[in-house]
Nanobody
Framework: QVQLVESGGGLVQAGGSLRLSCIAS????????MGWFRQAPGKEREFVAA??????YYSDSVKGRFTISRDNAKNTVYLQMNSLISDDTAVYYC??????????????????WGQGTQVTVSS
């Protein structure tokens, strides 16, 4: 069973930065694509970013402000968030993409999820 554990969330002022981390269990982390999603209060969960072994993909709302990266030696995927705005307030989830699914995919293309970490941006 794969376990994903996020950390790094918190309260930050608008314009500030945070770096989220997600550690995955298992020995085959490097072969899987990973993604970050978020869910704001009263809204549906939405795609934020995804990373494969060779490329990354971002939603339009975070492109140029967020950077996804991975360290396969540490079984960890990161989300560096800069120039944060109040609309970025949400619970952030990391997830592992199902092999053979659409790239970068949506919620249904990811089979394992972390418990989430809260990011609150104050204006």
């Amino acid at each position: 069973q794969v376990q994903l554990v996020e950390s790094g969330g918190g309260l930050v002022q608008a314009g500030g930065s945070l770096r989220l981390s997600c550690i995955a269990s298992g020995r085959t982390f490097s072969v899987y694509d990973m993604g970050w999603f978020r869910q704001a209060p009263g809204k549906e969960r939405e795609f934020v970013a995804a990373i494969s072994r060779i490329s990354a993909y971002y939603s339009d709302s975070v492109k140029g402000r967020f950077t996804i990266s991975r360290d396969n030696a540490k079984n960890t995927v990161y989300l560096q968030m800069n120039s944060l705005i109040s609309d970025d307030t949400a619970v952030y989830y990391c997830a592992r993409r199902l092999r053979g699914s659409t790239w970068p995919g949506g919620i249904d293309d990811y089979g394992y999820w972390g418990q989430g970490t809260q990011v609150t941006v104050s204006s």
